[in-house]
């Protein structure tokens, strides 16, 4: 073959006292990594918290950094339908098109100053694969980031989707090896920080283990503060 299929599972789980464990949801993602150099992410992401969410998401990207391609989002909200839409990114300019129960038919046009770095749609394994934007190279250390999209400004990715801008950054703390229901790694530690001023609700401190490969797969995360939330990959394969 001349592409690479990468399958998994992520489960949810909340970490607040009178929850501590108890699985609030999961993941299921196929990562196809083709011969072209564009990786394609399909997601199938259910959070059972009321109001419960279901996500579908096709998503598109370059390989080398994750920036995004296009992408498509079918977003279901306490058992109705909430929105879908479809988004595609070039040098100097996004654009989206969609449609939801709030607000109908809606066509966002945005110029950027170059390509869009990074999108995230909500699935968790999104999460690590924006890890490929902290350059290795000046070790561990602190980056902030712009010109960063998201499909919601809802931490649970729960209303449009829509185009929003948005900035943070990235820590890089090293290399470690973890022991996940998947297996045992060597991992990449990152955290996410500064979302103050970006987010409607500013985004507790994020840390996330991904795989310290080229694939960046996502291994581990969670949050603290308000969300008290824990990811975990429970379930890996790989086809060459």
């Not at 100097?92 to 950027?112: P, Y």
């Not at 350059?135 to 998201?150: A, C, I, R, W």
């Not at 001023?197 to 490969?213: I, N, Q, R, S």
């Amino acid at each position: 073959m001349t592409h690479k299929s990468i399958r998994g599972t992520i489960r949810y789980t909340s970490t607040k006292p009178e929850r501590m464990g108890e699985e609030r949801g999961r993941e299921y993602f196929t990562l196809t990594q083709q011969a072209d150099g564009t990786d394609v992410l399909l997601a199938h992401c259910e959070i059972d918290d009321a109001p419960n969410v279901v996500r579908d998401v096709s998503l598109a990207l370059r390989h080398a950094d994750s920036s995004p391609l296009d992408c498509s989002v079918r977003l279901t909200v306490g058992d109705g339908f909430e929105g879908s839409g479809w988004m595609r990114f070039g040098d100097g300019f996004a654009e989206c098109e969609t449609f939801s129960a709030r607000d109908g038919r809606l066509k966002q046009t945005v110029e950027t100053p170059a390509k869009v770095r990074w999108l995230q749609a909500h699935p968790i394994l999104g999460d690590a694969l924006l890890m490929k934007l902290y350059d290795l190279s000046q070790g561990p250390g602190k980056t902030f980031f712009d010109d960063l999209y998201l499909t919601s400004p809802d931490h649970r990715g729960a209303t449009g989707p829509l185009l929003f801008g948005t900035g943070f950054s990235i820590v890089y703390l090293g290399e470690e090896d973890i022991c996940v229901t998947a297996g045992d790694f060597r991992a990449r530690h990152f955290q996410v920080t500064d979302t103050a001023g970006k987010l409607p609700e500013e985004h507790p401190p994020y840390d996330v283990w991904c795989t310290a490969d080229d694939d960046y797969l996502l291994l581990r995360a969670g949050a603290g503060g308000y969300m008290q939330t824990h990811y975990e990959l429970t379930e890996l394969w790989r086809a060459e």
